[in-house]
């Protein structure tokens, strides 16, 4: 059988009206689908903080902490004996702010030298002033021996700390401890003579060390996570 052209054209006509609807709702909802959004998530974003800060730790604790839009910062803390200072860079690690000290602080030093002369240990800075306070803990003989056992000394005065006259022992090594900063040396043995020279370098030991401490802000405070412990700071101004 052959169509002439006008029933062709008008058969595709019919077609046309009756698919059309379907496929056109078909494609509608399909676009309806591809342009519906998919559930939104927040992003956690870096909180600004630049600004001063205070230390809120008490009437005879005082501190501050100055952060500033360049990504440098400054701290400083007095506690009684001890005060420290810091300066350096702070970065976002994540969301957080982190302060680093630059230059890092060098770490103090203990150096021990046998004597003739003098008390059982003497405590000095590198100018020879003696240094009253360290705390003393000695050890005799090896663990195995009659003598065996340690002593808490307690602590050195300027001109030094002597074994007590009771003591019959052998002192074999010492362990100093400068309690204001929580300094421990290494044990240092004694030499024949039983007694040492200890010189504390202080280097750096006003310094806080931060090595990418990082500070949250917790409610109105700004919590500064340190390894000695958390400190809370208000701000003043920004």
């Avoid at 009756?18 to 078909?26: C, D, K, V, W």
């Avoid at 400083?76 to 702070?90: K, P, Q, T, Y």
């Amino acid at each position: 059988m052959r169509f002439d052209a006008s029933f062709r054209l008008g058969t595709l006509a019919t077609l046309a009206l009756l698919i059309t609807p379907a496929h056109a709702l078909a494609r509608k909802e399909k676009g309806k689908d591809e342009a519906k959004p998919g559930p939104v998530v927040a992003e956690a974003l870096p909180v600004e903080m630049t600004g001063s800060y205070r230390l809120d730790a008490g009437p005879e604790i005082r501190g501050s902490l100055v952060i500033t839009a360049d990504h440098r910062f400054e701290y400083h803390l007095v506690a009684g004996a001890l005060a420290e200072d810091a300066s350096g860079s702070w970065q976002f690690i994540g969301t957080r702010t982190c302060l680093t000290t630059e230059p890092a602080p060098v770490a103090p030093e203990w150096r021990a030298v046998p004597v003739a002369k003098g008390p059982t240990v003497r405590v000095t800075w590198p100018s020879g002033a003696g240094i009253a306070g360290i705390g003393v803990r000695v050890g005799f003989g090896n663990g195995d021996t009659a003598d065996a056992g340690d002593l808490a000394g307690g602590y050195t005065l300027e001109d030094g700390w002597v074994l007590p006259s009771g003591e019959k022992r052998t002192p074999r090594w010492v362990e100093l401890i400068e309690p204001v900063h929580n300094l421990a040396s290494p044990r240092f043995p004694f030499g024949a003579s039983g007694r040492l020279a200890v010189t504390l370098v202080p280097n750096d030991m006003d310094k806080a060390r931060l090595d990418k401490t990082c500070a949250d802000l917790v409610g109105t405070a700004l919590v500064l996570r340190r390894a000695e412990g958390e400190m809370k700071f208000y701000r003043e101004t920004r």
